[in-house]
């Protein structure tokens, strides 16, 4: 039997595709593309065994993948043609809900969405969210660790994940299914997994930590005079909403103005009139009347300390998700105007203000013209620091000719201000070599080690995260 | 140079220990005793270095110890008299507090009382909390991924922890003290040293997650007519108390008689009317005025559905720590009552009720008159599963007979459930056979590889939560 043989055998003949790749090959954003020997659509953990197994045999590297919407490059074959794409969408069923415990459990290829259908649809919340929900699935998300707009109240996605399915690099099942807030039985095998982006095994399923849904929300857009009263607002707002502040976005004026201009029809407020906006989220498990005053003291308290500019407070669910729209539509603004170049990064919430300053500074001070289409998850110290060609350029050659020395610019500030050049969109292809060269070299032997111990062939998405590193294969 | 004179070159001839050792060759239940060859107390991360390095040219193996609290033997060295038991009490500095960060930096060896009257010093709330926070340290907590009472609101230690610190056993240093929320740079790392009990390398710092404290607290003690009623309450109160649910900790009957019997001053109320009782905590960023409604709303739902047998909310701060006083007494009139088994397991909290009925028929029908002081944290699924011998029996004898028998009905039933045999006090040299008979053997293969690729020579905390491999030390 050839190898292609095998892999029918094992998954069916109509689950082995090797034509018409393209929305397997290319990553969604159209940067990255690759050339797979197949894609392979496993229906259960035991095919995923299998096909990995003979993968394993044969010498064959796997890569696997989700929703294929991720940012970095992470899920995409290279260009060799050898690489076998493992998608894992057919196996996409719900396994267990327990509403006692908290808990649901479900395969890797469940679509977010479904997840958190699913959960609301037994009266409770998963509340992982973020742009790509109708598309991404719960498997890679929990490879690459995704945050989104509620990671200040309920974490991360590793935050969320109690338990896992995993299929090793030589093709056994870890059966790590534990639905346990507790368990402290040797080394957190989980925690491993979770973010390592498909280099050591594949996630099967995953038990997930449900939430009653909170019983009213509020949100307000309000306009701060500078980046330094966010973080001062924020402090504000954790002291005087405690665990109910559930989304604190931050967002420059160029961000909204560019949103604005190709979305006027979501009215954005004060597009123009001040340097930054935010959007605050409180969700309670109280009543809007009831939280109302205290969410009002915050603001008053904002305004008397000069934090505050402008403030509006959303007068319905309808007003509030059109506020929640402005923050959703930059991105897409930002690729209706043309090529742009985005940073994913992190620093010490602290930090914020020097790290803002001493980019634009370095940028402003060699581009003056450029557009800087800042937004973040300010709560979480996260900004995705994106950057626009000038006003009329349409930027390709813009970015050509600047783009590394920007992101440069970038991630020395990150560097200096003890923040990280990945945040929330993982390594993937895209972020190799700033990790070789930017990470603690400690950290880097130890992580070096790692995947040799757990994938001595190098043969699971090799090349992503860590950089390939030659193996003798025998 | 002889080895010692290399270690007392290294920390100073005062802080090289040899005679008189027994508080730190014993712990501190009086389980374990072990014989060190010398008790070493670096007092920088370079001297932790240093000495970790003069041990692995030596091939001699590491103890790491800090306040010598735990409860599984993970930090006493064995018999051999070979061991360096590296005790880090004297690395006990407050490295940074940021309190826009809402982070705090510390060593290692800092008590959990120290590190939380440091937080509250800045008007802030490090949560960790457990009845040893006097004496032990941060480091060991960490390493041990210790639980405690505030679990349901704010996690274990591991949910707490943004950076680490830590000396890998060649005497290197990672220096990954970040006060980053999201950082998505290669694998986490520190997930993986968090609760490994210093079987990979030595903890010598950590970045801790602060909070701002709540404005207020309520506590109340609920007496439930069984344990089904006490799981249905939790689900009503995660309901109708969100995330301001602090802590919600059962404990049965015959728990509460006794620590009504040894300390009568606490006047455990209806100590013998039913037969569970629940000590609920929230607390709130609004005040007890605001909230208060919502939790007598919650109380009497609780009467309604006959999930409350009898409920008193505390009126005062004095009364609710006279409350949670019953609870912290068990432990201490288990000890003055005599020998006892203690059996720190986790189980979904939706099988609770069925652990317990499993376990208490099988002791009952061997054992009628075994006496079970139940007590646990129901929020975390993590239950406290002690017995005490039958009444006038001083136990000694009753447990070397009937011990082995007693645990295994427990561990059974804890497996029987989906559960874990090691919560929250972790695995030690107390529970490495269990790991080796119970645990998944694919994911034993996983730790063990892990183990390898990072202590390849088995030189730190060997024979400590995985079985002590040989290795060739060339």
């Known amino acids: ?51 990995v197994a003979a993968c394993s045999a044969a010498r064959v590297a796997i890569v696997p993948q989700g929703g294929n919407t991720g940012l970095v ?33 479900v395969e890797a290829g469940c679509v977010l969405e479904a997840v958190q259908e699913r959960a609301a649809a037994a009266g409770l919340l998963f509340p992982l969210s973020l742009a790509a929900e109708g598309s991404c699935t719960i498997g890679g998300n929990l490879a690459s660790n995704a945050g989104g707009t509620q990671v200040l109240r309920y974490g991360n996605a590793r935050e969320l994940c109690l338990g896992l399915e995993v299929v090793t ?47 009213s929300t509020m949100t307000a857009w309000i306009s701060v005079p500078c980046a330094g009263a966010a973080i001062e ?50 969700s309670s498990h109280l009543l809007e009347a009831t939280e109302r005053p205290q969410f009002e003291t915050m603001l008053e308290a904002g305004f008397e300390r000069a934090l505050i500019a402008d403030a509006i407070v959303a007068e319905s669910a309808e007003q509030a998700k059109r506020l929640w729209h402005v923050r959703e539509a930059i991105p897409l603004a930002q690729a209706k105007e043309g090529a742009n170049l985005k940073h994913d990064v992190s620093v010490p919430i602290s930090r914020i203000p020097e790290f803002l300053e001493a980019v ?71 972020k190799t070599d700033e990790l070789a060269h930017r990470k603690d070299a400690v950290a880097l032997d130890l992580m070096q080690r790692i995947k040799a111990a757990l994938d001595p062939l190098h043969l699971m998405n090799p090349g992503r995260v860590l950089k390939a590193v030659p193996v003798d294969v025998g």
Request: glycine share 12%; net charge negative; proline share 5%.
């Open 360 to 430: 634009e500074g370095a940028l402003r001070a060699a581009l003056p013209d450029i557009r800087l289409v800042l937004l973040g998850h300010v709560g979480d110290g996260n900004l995705h620091y994106n950057v626009q060609a000038p006003e009329g350029d349409t930027g390709g050659a813009y970015f050509a000719r600047h783009g590394d020395w920007i992101t440069r610019q970038v991630y020395d500030a990150v560097d200096a201000c003890g923040g990280s050049f990945s945040a929330e969109h993982g390594v993937g292809a895209f």
């Open 73 to 105: 490059g992470g899920a995409v074959p290279d260009q060799s043609g050898r690489q076998v794409l493992l998608n894992l969408r057919r196996m996409n069923r719900v396994r267990d809900l327990d509403e006692k415990n908290l808990t649901l459990t």
């Open 1 to 51: 039997m050839t190898f292609l043989e095998t892999l029918r055998a094992i998954v069916g003949t109509d689950h082995v595709l090797t034509h018409q790749l393209d929305g397997y090959e290319m990553d969604w954003r159209g940067l990255y593309r690759g050339r797979a020997l197949a894609v392979a659509l496993p229906g259960s953990t035991d095919q995923v065994c299998a096909v």
């Open 233 to 282: 607002l924020l402090s504000l707002a954790q002291k005087q909403l405690g665990p109910t502040l559930t989304g604190f976005e931050i967002m420059g004026r160029e961000a909204v103005a560019l949103a604005d201009k190709h979305f006027p029809q979501l009215r954005a407020p004060d597009a123009q009139a001040y340097p930054w906006h935010v959007v605050l989220e409180q």
């Open 169 to 215: 690099p030589d093709g056994r099942v870890w059966s790590g299914l534990s639905g346990l807030r507790k368990d402290h039985s040797g080394y957190d095998l989980r925690q491993l997994y979770i973010g390592s982006e498909g280099t050591l095994g594949v996630i099967t399923a995953a038990t997930l930590r449900l939430f009653p849904p909170p019983a």
